[in-house]
């Protein structure tokens, strides 16, 4: 079973900057394409950024800018280089997988989330 541990989540001040990390571990054959995606409280999930195999990349409106991802296939692992942050930037952010595991299966995984929170 795939499985995705995210870290580098925190406190900041707005303006400041957090860089989050997403491993995936489990069997793990290629990953296709790796993600980021936030909820705040009241609101839905969002996406934030995902990045596929081949580099590229797509980016909510919201991010656009202050945000990056990146991906180390070597370590199976994901990168979100968050700068510039603002207080609507305060959720818990979600890593994302889908790829193939070594028993030719299909995967699609959640992380279990890491708080940002973001002061005025």
């Known amino acids: 079973q795939v499985q995705l541990v995210e870290s580098g989540g925190g406190l900041v001040q707005a303006g400041g900057s957090l860089r989050l990390s997403c491993a995936a571990s489990?069997?793990?054959?290629?990953?296709?394409?790796m993600g980021w995606y936030r909820q705040a409280p009241g609101k839905q999930r969002e996406l934030v950024t995902t990045?596929?195999?081949?580099?590229?990349?797509n980016y909510g409106d919201s991010v656009k800018g202050r945000f990056t991802i990146s991906r180390d296939d070597a370590k199976n692992t994901a990168y979100l280089q968050m700068n510039n942050l603002k207080p609507e930037d305060t959720a818990v952010y979600y890593c994302?997988?889908?790829?193939?595991?070594?028993?030719?299966?299909?995967?699609?995984?959640w992380g279990q989330g890491t708080q940002v929170t973001v002061s005025s």
């Open positions: 489990g069997g793990i054959l290629g990953i296709n394409a």
């Open positions: 994302n997988a889908v790829g193939r595991t070594i028993w030719r299966r299909d995967f699609k995984s």
């Open positions: 990045i596929t195999s081949s580099g590229d990349t």
